[in-house]
């Protein structure tokens, strides 16, 4: 799990503001009429499998990739992963949006959230799950982008850190 620092959480609060002024939130919100995705259930991932070959929630995020892979690669190594795993982690949007159309499991959106913008983005995008950090938010603000995110049909991953 990646670890952030108050410069970095300071940078994407700061990248949510400027993507709230260039596109803001009720014009996303209307591009998902015309989003080809609908999320799909985490529900399968926790049914034991028929065979007793366990599948795992792989990885994917930009640090267990190679920083010099093409799209090619990237579209390769997830279709070879596919089979073994139920699920996938994905840190990036860009990431999201590429794989979504070539392969079948669940994608989970696993970055930092911190606004109800990016809950809608990574819809848009084409994530079926998100992962929000309770260390990093107020219990207000977890309760609110929970609702939220199930409001507008993203199932939901609480990570817990202990430390």
Do not use: H
């Not at 990646?2 to 609060?13: H, L």
């Not at 503001?17 to 919100?29: A, M, N, R, T, V």
């Not at 995705?37 to 190679?66: A, G």
């Not at 079948?104 to 950090?133: K, N």
């Amino acid at each position: 799990m990646r670890v952030f620092t108050e410069i970095e959480i300071a940078k994407i609060q700061q990248a949510i503001s400027e993507k709230k002024e260039k596109f803001p939130q009720e014009w996303l919100g209307r591009t998902l009429a015309y989003t080809p995705y609908q999320p799909r259930p985490l529900s399968e991932i926790f049914k034991k499998p028929v065979d007793s070959t366990p599948k795992i929630l792989y990885d994917f995020s930009l640090q267990t990739l190679d920083t010099s892979a093409t799209q090619i690669s990237l579209l390769q190594t997830a279709k070879d992963y596919e089979s073994r795993a139920c699920g996938f982690f994905v840190e990036s949007l860009e990431i999201l949006t590429y794989i979504r159309r070539y392969v079948s499991i669940p994608l989970i959106y696993d970055f930092l959230i911190l606004d109800s913008y990016q809950l809608l983005e990574s819809l848009v995008y084409g994530a079926d799950s998100v992962v929000l950090l309770p260390k990093f938010l107020t219990q207000k603000q977890l309760k609110n982008l929970s609702d939220y995110a199930t409001k507008i049909g993203l199932s939901i991953i609480f990570r817990i850190i202990f430390k």
